[in-house]
Every structure is written in structure tokens, then in C-alpha cells.
């Protein structure tokens, strides 16, 4: 039991382009999701927190007009970088939570941007 | 700001002796805490959980935490090389509702 995918597994995508992940808890219902993101050689940073139904919130420092967010129902969340740039590359991670302490991690997305 | 410091490594321990991966954090509030194992490439996957002072053993695995000391510690008992992995600890404030602070992680290497 709780499982989470994350779609697509990888992507590279143009600089200026837009893409979207999504993060579906596949065996329950997440109240809550977040999302990660992890450069090279660092550890997971806390990007933002959705629950379904309410705008995300975001961590300081993250742009909440650049990566969009979106809590749809209790097994999606979508996370779409906008405008994105070869800075932006890097592992996206999302996890689930059904109101415990304990989140589902999803296997990630690598976006590259050229 | 809330920080969860961990030693990099690499910790090189031969196989089948024990594994020890320490961990302080800095917020007192803090409620939950979390060791995942990362391996290259992959996202993390939880290991043990523990939320109260003292041991938590699971397997091969002991989680310790000691929130006067604000210390995190996970011992891996007749370590395996499969095991070679970057643990990360992580820290809650508190429910279902906050996300995880990680620390950089410590690379265990399990020398066959």
C-alpha cells in the first residue's frame, strides 16, 4: 500500500517552454501533497505544499508564478514549471501524506532544460 | 531557520558490522523523525520513523532520538553491501500537514 507515481520520469524540454509532472497517490487519498526538489549532490528541498481544493503554499524563495501548482482532487497533483530555464533542471520529487506523519514518496521526475 | 545537520561522509563500514548515521537538528519544536535511504538516481524511501525519546528497532535497523540532545541516530546491524546508500535524515514540525526538513545526507559505503 501507499503508493505514488509521479509522470512523466523524465523530460527535457526547450528554455522558455512549460512543463508539467504530475503526482497521483495511486492506494489512498492524500489530504496533503508536497513537492521536493533535489539538484546534484544536494539533499531534498521543500518546495511548496498543497492541500486538495486550496492554493498551494509555497517555501520562501520558490516562485509561486514560475512553478504552479495544483491540488485537483485527493490522488492528483500537478506541479508545471513555467518559462523554464537550464537552472530549473533538476529532480522533482513529490510525496503524499493521508493526514499522518508519515509521506509516500513518488520515484521523481528529471527534467533536463536546454 | 530550521537546519538538519548530518556528516557527508563517506562512512565506510565492512560488511557485517554495524553501521552507525548521526543527525542534529536545530528546531526544539520539532515532532517527527524520519531516516530514508537514497539510492543514486532514485527518490528516497523510508527506513524508520520514531517520535519519542529513546530506541525503535526494527530489523536490522535502530532509530535513537534524544530531543534534550536534539540528536538523530540510525545503527544497521550486520550491514550489507546492499545497503550502500546516501541516508538522509529528516525532521516535522509536527502532523500530517508540514513537510520534511532533510539534512545533505551521509554516503555509507559497506566494504564487502
Known amino acids: 500500500g501507499a503508493v505514488v507515481s509521479q509522470h512523466p520520469s523524465w523530460v527535457i524540454c526547450k528554455s522558455g517552454t512549460s512543463v508539467k509532472i504530475e503526482c497521483r497517490s495511486l492506494d489512498f487519498q492524500a489530504t496533503t501533497m508536497f513537492w521536493y526538489r533535489q539538484f546534484p549532490k544536494q539533499s531534498l528541498m521543500l518546495m511548496a505544499t498543497s492541500n486538495e481544493g486550496s492554493k498551494a503554499t509555497y517555501e520562501q524563495g520558490v516562485e509561486k508564478d514560475k512553478f504552479l501548482i495544483n491540488h485537483a482532487s485527493l490522488t492528483l497533483s500537478t506541479l508545471t514549471v513555467t518559462s523554464a530555464h537550464p537552472e530549473d533542471s533538476s529532480f522533482y520529487i513529490c510525496?503524499?501524506?493521508?493526514?499522518?506523519?508519515?509521506?509516500?514518496f513518488g520515484p521523481g521526475t528529471r527534467l533536463t532544460v536546454t | 531557520q530550521k537546519e538538519v545537520e548530518q556528516n557527508s561522509g563517506p562512512l565506510s563500514v565492512p560488511e557485517g558490522a554495524i553501521a552507525s548515521l548521526n543527525c542534529t537538528y536545530s528546531?526544539?519544536?520539532?515532532?517527527?523523525f524520519f531516516w530514508y535511504r537514497q539510492y543514486s538516481g532514485k527518490s528516497p524511501e523510508l527506513i524508520m520513523s520514531i517520535y519519542s525519546n529513546g530506541d525503535k528497532e526494527d530489523g536490522r535497523f535502530t532509530a535513537q532520538l534524544n530531543k534534550a540532545s536534539q540528536y538523530v541516530s540510525l545503527l544497521i546491524r550486520d550491514s550489507q553491501p546492499s545497503d550502500s546508500a546516501t541516508y538522509l535524515c529528516?525532521?516535522?514540525?509536527?502532523?500530517?500537514?508540514?513537510?520534511?526538513?532533510f539534512g545533505k545526507g551521509t554516503h555509507l559505503i559497506i566494504q564487502p
Open positions: 529528516a525532521v516535522k514540525p509536527g502532523g500530517g500537514a508540514d513537510g520534511l526538513t
Open positions: 510525496s503524499a501524506s493521508a493526514g499522518g506523519y508519515e509521506q509516500y
Open positions: 528546531d526544539r519544536g520539532s515532532q517527527s
